[in-house]
């Protein structure tokens, strides 16, 4: 099996609070973070065992799986590297130098959901925790605006008490 490595960020053990920002379009079932990919989006398992995908750039969420080891077979379809991992976006970003430290993913300086380019010059290193919370709640604050709309303010509130500090020591 090729070394998928880098399509992923490296830390074990996600906590499963991160995914407090996406409650509005996940629900509330139980769901514990599996792995997070380089662009900063979720797999996550529930309680069945069946993995979903929480695209975190377009705001979206679906079964992609019905276990762990059917996961692991997806990414053999180079259509299913492209479309859940961003594989060619990943790779032009660590051949251009952006390489990720632990913890972190390659997050949108301005997301696409605020009309940001899917581009690299858009990207830069972030903390995955910070990344998620800020993508969950711009998309719940634009889920419902019509294409084009003009954004005069975005709201953007801490990731819930205690997430950063458990990952990198920070309050």
């Known amino acids: 099996m090729p070394d998928r490595s880098y399509y992923f960020a490296a830390v074990e053990g996600w906590p499963d609070d991160m995914l ?14 599996f792995r997070v990919t380089a662009m900063g989006s979720l797999f996550v398992v ?64 301005v997301p696409p959901c605020l009309g940001g380019k899917e581009d690299v010059e858009n990207v830069e290193p972030t903390d995955v925790p910070v990344h998620v919370s800020i993508q969950g709640q711009l998309h719940e604050q634009t889920r419902t605006m019509a294409p084009g709309t003009k954004i005069e303010a975005v709201r953007v509130g801490a990731p819930k008490k205690g997430l950063l500090h458990r ?4 309050p």
């Open 20 to 33: 407090a920002s996406w409650r509005w379009l996940i629900g509330p079932a139980a769901f514990s973070v």
């Open 46 to 109: 529930d309680a069945t065992g069946a993995v979903h995908f929480l695209d975190t750039t377009e705001g979206s969420f679906r079964r992609v799986a019905d276990s762990r080891e059917a996961f692991e077979g997806l990414f053999d379809v180079l259509e299913n590297r492209r479309g859940l991992l961003w594989s060619s976006f990943v790779r032009e970003l660590r051949n251009s130098g952006v390489v990720l430290k632990e913890g972190q993913c390659y997050g949108w300086k």
């Open 167 to 170: 990952f990198f020591g920070r």
